[in-house]
């Protein structure tokens, strides 16, 4: 996961590539997770890859150590 | 009561007072002699017989089409209500999906542009969950936690 972090610059080469994806959201919502994904020095996506690896995890019945919860 | 001789009914029998401006209430009160005659001077002599211009008055508030006669004002279309049925409900948060209009009160999702990891794309496509529905589920978390 660490390599599929965001970085500044040109994308290197045999690096993972992020995607972009496009979703609807309230903009309510859009300012809580902005406020939150500042607070952690972190971008929407970043928070995105985060919160998703968390919200599978608690489905499955997962624990994840690096839970930001 | 109308008294002076401005006041009587103009060509087209519409009553108007000394300023121009017509007249549409009629008091209709007392009992007046009405004569079987209906020429003019029948009616002159009615209104002198009674002593009263409100025989003359009813009978041109008969004749008189009201719809008809005189200003109605600007027509103007009633003002617009809120359809109260279409109104959002307080334990309904309004992310659900929908077909139509959108409910009134419900906030209006917005489309929304980021980068995630292949692989996260991935875990939501395995996992059968939209990005959206993390987000919604995260957002009432923190905002539970009053963050």
């Known amino acids: 996961m660490a390599s599929e972090e965001r970085k500044a610059g040109r994308p290197r080469l045999n690096a993972t590539r992020r995607v972009r994806f496009t979703t609807t959201i309230e903009p309510r919502t859009l300012a809580i997770l902005r406020c939150h994904a500042e607070g952690l020095h972190m971008s929407i996506g970043q928070?995105?890859?985060?919160?998703?690896?968390?919200?599978?995890?608690k489905k499955?019945?997962?624990?994840i150590p690096g839970d930001i919860r | 009561m109308i008294t002076d001789e401005e006041s009587w009914p103009d060509e087209r029998g519409?009553?108007?007072d000394g300023r121009g401006r017509i007249r549409s209430g009629f008091c209709l009160t007392g009992s007046y002699h009405?004569?079987?005659?209906?020429s003019l001077e029948?009616?002159?002599e009615a209104i002198i017989r009674n002593n009263d211009e409100m025989t003359t008055r009813e009978l041109m508030y008969r004749e008189v089409g009201r719809k008809k006669s005189g200003s109605h004002g600007r027509k103007r279309s009633p003002k617009a209500k809120?359809?109260?049925d279409r109104m959002r409900a307080e334990d309904d948060d309004g992310s659900a999906v929908r077909?139509?209009?959108p409910l009134i009160g419900a906030e209006v999702r917005v489309p929304f542009h980021t980068s995630i990891a292949q692989r996260t794309r991935t875990m939501l496509i395995e996992g059968?969950?939209?990005l959206a529905e993390v987000f919604d589920a995260s957002a009432r978390r923190l905002n539970a936690r009053g963050e």
């Open chain 1, 60 to 63: 499955s019945g997962e624990v």
């Open chain 2, 128 to 130: 059968g969950v939209t």
């Open chain 1, 47 to 57: 928070l995105a890859d985060v919160l998703v690896r968390e919200y599978i995890a």
């Open chain 2, 99 to 101: 077909v139509g209009r």
């Open chain 2, 34 to 38: 009405v004569s079987s005659d209906d």
């Open chain 2, 82 to 84: 809120p359809v109260w």
């Open chain 2, 14 to 16: 519409l009553w108007r």
């Open chain 2, 42 to 44: 029948a009616l002159e």
